[in-house]
């Protein structure tokens, strides 16, 4: 048996019909759909010398570590755009200053991109991720090596070579820090590109290296990017990393282990999500209130799943951003996680984490105040002053019914699908299905929940198919919308509402009389008034026409 629901009830959960963002489709699209995601797409741009722009040993152009550092980034999803074209082999400090300051135009090497060049103030401006190397050939110009193989230099050249990769690397952050201040600046350290010589010279080179990291971390000093140290990760196996005793440049697995270490710190340090994007706040002594932020707009998403731990707790539908735990124990942590999935059971792959420790004390209660005027919220749909739903669309935004999307738009002529209608209500009524099996053959890619909705729907009469199929992608039309509205309330109530008179419209004759009816009901209860006589059954339910038809179902229940 389904417990019944008020007429009310039913109707303000079919509300949240337009707080969907937009479930994705089953679709042929070009690209492939994306996991949902709370971290903001990133446009990554490497400068510096031959290692940024990817020199093998052999002296050929191959990939570096900028080239693995991107497809990590892409394949988390995480990857908009990659250029490595300022990247050139031979670049000292001075080299990459210059660049910046003349504003020099240069082929984009990446991914992403449509333009085949690029300026490298604009590329700073646009990048969310900037990765540097560059100070190894400002020194390594100054070092001669003598027929037995030791190195030669006066000492006076590599200090004043080492004083100016400091104050020309920190030139060039105020320079990029100018252009973009929020960008985010890795500094790669160097590892000694002579293992191979004789080990009396390798203490000499050693201090080598040691200076030139010291001067790239000062030239860091004052700013906030982070400095990436190499030495000892290619020392470790430097005869797989630098395979060619004759060339300073690192093999493919060298290259990864650098890159390895720019993820490492990106890990550590990137501001993968916004501040604040889920927080927790105890409500009693054994209960807490999760909200979370909602993930970008992808326009697929469906459920917020809620875990605890390893354990899911709970589910939600977007646009539901909160969940309340109970049952905790004081004085205990927890880890609670939220992870987002679409419409077509994507899951997202960096999903929000917050650890909580339930205070033993109950949360004291906030003092009585004394009751003010309430205040109309401010409506902020930019895409909406001059539609004709505004006014409906205002009061049900005023209701706490409707919500809008992430960029404060409304998008009223957007069209809902059978999949959305049909999962809002059967999540409102909490029915499940009795069978495991799917009664429609075209739905087998959606999430496992979408499924089992549309099989529950179909189990209490509320959607029927054609020929086993239930066309969930297709916009659910005027006329399908009534039958479900109809079919609805028969659930929820336990009897159908039979309306006195047929509704007067003059394109719905052709239609099944169970259509006709749920559409007289409609009518009937003044819901669905038509234009100049008829009902346009066949035409798709945007957002707004729901927002005029939820608006005018409160109001003939006296909601």
Known sequence: MVKKKPLGHVLLAFALLLQLAVLPLQTAAAEPEKSPTWIPSINYLALGDSLAAGITPSNELGKGYADFLAEELAAQELLQTSNKGFSYPGYKTDDVLKDLEVNVTKPVLGIGHQEQTATIQQAIKEANLITLSVGANDVLSKVKFDESGKPIFKP????????????????????????NPNAQVYVMGYYNPFPYLSAEIQPILGQLVIGLNGAITKGLTGTPAHFIPTADLIAKDFTAYLPNPQNIHLSQAGYKVVKNAFNESLMKNYPWFKENVLTVEQKDASTVVLNWEPVIDTGMITTYQVFNGDQMIGEVMDPVLTYEVTDLQPNKEYNFTIKAVSQNGKMSIHHLHKAYTVNSVPVEPSEPTEPTEPTEPTIMFTDISKHWAKEVIEIAAMKGIVGGYADHTFRPDQSLTRAQATSIIVRALDLKPKSTKVAFDDVAYYAESTKADIQAAYEYGLVSGVNGHFMPNKPITRAQLALLVSRTYAVATGKPYTPT???????????????????????????????????????????????????????????
């Open 501 to 559: 008179a047929p509704a007067p419209f003059t394109d719905i004759q052709k239609f099944a009389k169970d259509t006709q009816w749920a559409i007289a009901g409609l009518y009937e209860l003044n819901i669905a008034t038509g234009d100049q006589g008829k009902f346009m059954p066949n035409a798709p339910t945007t957002r707004a026409h729901a927002a005029k038809m939820i608006v005018h179902s409160m109001q003939a229940i006296g909601q």
């Open 156 to 179: 006076e050249e590599i200090q004043a070579a080492l004083t100016n990769v400091g104050m020309n690397i920190q030139k060039t952050l105020v320079h990029i820090y100018q252009l």
